[in-house]
């Protein structure tokens, strides 16, 4: 039997080897490299109004579909390339998403061309340091906070789209900018002595 701190996040499904390892290796885990920060935020722009393992099944066939999320060649793309696109059954198939896709690329690269590293944006506000929450149980995690609020409205203001404080808090979550573990998960803990161990190095 499981020690009561040995126990994961009540929302991974120990029978779904796909939905565990993300909980496991991914999520909320502290990332602060812009291209990957950016296509974590482009994932959960397309997840919305779907569920998560959704995304999760089909992420490979969306990163190639969608040029590695490289935000360059996303930013150019054509009718025809979105034609194509949605074509493929294997990505989320919403002309309105795929717009949002190619503005927040171009976004990326104006905010690049300022000087501005995405990953830095984001993570100034909470000065570049992990939020973290005592969770007791998963379902009191909150869809939004006020600070997802000032992050989203910011995020409009220059120009994103899909990017509603409940996608940004879901995007915070997943990039660690929270800890959102329950404190009875194994990773709640790891995920905090990584971030020491980052600092100290």
């Known amino acids: 039997m499981k020690k009561l701190d040995d126990i994961p996040c009540g929302w991974a499904p120990l029978n779904d080897e796909l939905y565990r390892r993300y909980h496991d290796e991914e999520w909320g885990v502290p990332e602060r490299d812009s291209r990957a920060l950016w296509e974590k935020f482009q994932l959960d722009g397309h997840q919305a109004g779907l569920s998560w393992i959704t995304i999760l099944r089909k992420r490979e066939t969306m990163r190639e579909e969608f040029d590695g999320f490289e935000p360059e060649k996303i930013a150019r793309w054509t009718q025809k390339r979105i034609d194509k696109a949605m074509k493929n059954p294997g990505i989320i198939r919403s002309p309105i998403k795929i717009a949002a896709t190619i503005k927040n690329a171009q976004v990326y690269l104006d905010m690049a061309?300022?000087?501005?590293?995405?990953?830095?944006?984001?993570?100034?506000?909470?000065?570049?340091?992990?939020?973290?929450?005592?969770?007791?149980?998963?379902?009191?995690?909150?869809?939004?906070?006020?600070?997802?609020?000032?992050?989203?409205?910011?995020?409009?203001?220059?120009?994103?789209?899909?990017?509603?404080?409940?996608?940004?808090?879901?995007?915070?979550?997943?990039m660690g900018m929270v800890n959102d573990h329950e404190v009875r998960c194994p990773r709640h803990k790891e995920i905090q002595k990584q971030e020491k161990a980052r600092k100290r190095a």
């Open 113 to 174: 061309d300022k000087g501005e590293d995405f990953a830095e944006y984001a993570w100034s506000f909470v000065d570049n340091k992990p939020l973290v929450n005592d969770l007791d149980h998963w379902r009191n995690v909150q869809a939004k906070t006020p600070l997802s609020e000032v992050i989203a409205k910011d995020m409009k203001k220059r120009g994103f789209k899909f990017c509603g404080p409940v996608i940004v808090y879901a995007c915070m979550q997943a």
